[in-house]
């Protein structure tokens, strides 16, 4: 199969904080348009600024599709207002639940299933949803609670006609998670997976996200690949990874790996620009492959 075929198979969605994306003027010609840019929502910005950014996106030709961290809601009617105002002012219909962290539970929700089973979402005709995978594991849970718990969601995506995925934490070790995600079906979950993946971006900045974000297995797994120390000094290179899970989606067209979502470390521009080199983008004719992909 030629390469081209190969990576046409292949999904590409990135992340983005509202402040890069209300200070970027060339927002609008860093990406394809149809793009699935996920607002990542840190506790720091405040509703009117997410939605902001969301309206911009939109304005881009972009799928915005804001996190709702979970424990961080207040209340059901703080979580109608967000939401309805995001469907109203951003044509926001695709969303990443979240739990958010697990000191700060702010309001009436504990888990992000609690946010699909209080028929909100569906209120308002949010037909998209992503829920967070973690093939390492989390440092809050126990494997068999990660398990339940992405068990709940699958069994809520057979119940409902909302289109759901998974999106992983980011991550080193491809065959890992690659490995994780085609074992899910045995486990009865059946939920496209997205895998979550670093952009170029310094050694030291990838470091720092990794202890923040508790990936340090797969951290470690990258450290002891000693014939890659020279180049890693020099910037981390995401090629084998990106080429790992493309040769793995063309191999295996049953896989529930569908799809690469790029954490920017590195700046948003430097990742598009490595994915337009690559051949995933072409951005010159805001041309998206496969955009109708989960």
Not at 59 to 80: M, T
Not at 212 to 219: E, K, L, P, R
């Amino acid at each position: 199969m030629e390469i081209t075929a190969l990576r046409r198979r292949l999904k590409i969605t990135i992340e983005a904080s509202s402040k890069q994306v209300l200070s970027t003027d060339e927002m609008g010609s860093l990406f394809p348009k149809g793009t699935w840019v996920y607002l990542t929502d840190v506790g720091i910005d405040p509703l009117e600024t997410i939605i902001a950014a969301a309206a911009k996106l939109r304005a881009c030709g972009y799928v915005p599709v804001p996190h709702i961290p979970a424990r961080r809601i207040k209340s059901a009617e703080a979580l109608d207002l967000r939401i309805a105002r995001l469907s109203a002012e951003a044509d926001v219909d695709n969303v990443l639940l979240i739990a958010g962290e697990a000191d700060r539970q702010m309001g009436p929700y504990s888990a992000s299933i609690e946010i699909l089973r209080s028929d909100i979402l569906n209120r308002h005709a949010i037909r998209r949803i992503a829920v967070a995978g973690h093939p390492e594991g989390s440092t809050v849970m126990s494997v068999d609670m990660v398990r339940a718990s992405l068990l709940e969601k699958a069994d809520y995506a057979a119940s409902t006609d909302a289109e759901m995925r998974i999106v992983t934490q980011f991550g080193f070790d491809a065959p890992r998670f690659i490995a994780w995600a085609d074992g899910l079906p045995a486990q009865g979950i059946h939920l496209p997976v997205h895998m979550g993946m670093a952009g170029p971006a310094k050694m030291t900045t990838l470091i720092k996200y990794a202890a923040i974000c508790g990936v340090g297995a797969s951290m470690s797994f990258l450290k002891k690949r000693g014939s890659a120390l020279a180049a890693l000094a020099m910037g981390f290179d995401p090629d084998p990874i990106l080429q790992a899970v493309e040769d793995h989606i063309a191999q295996n067209p049953f896989s529930p790996l569908q799809a690469a979502h790029i954490f920017p470390f590195g700046g948003l521009k430097k990742s598009a620009n490595w994915l337009d080199e690559r051949g995933l983008w072409d951005i010159k004719k805001s041309l998206y492959l496969d955009a109708n992909v989960v």
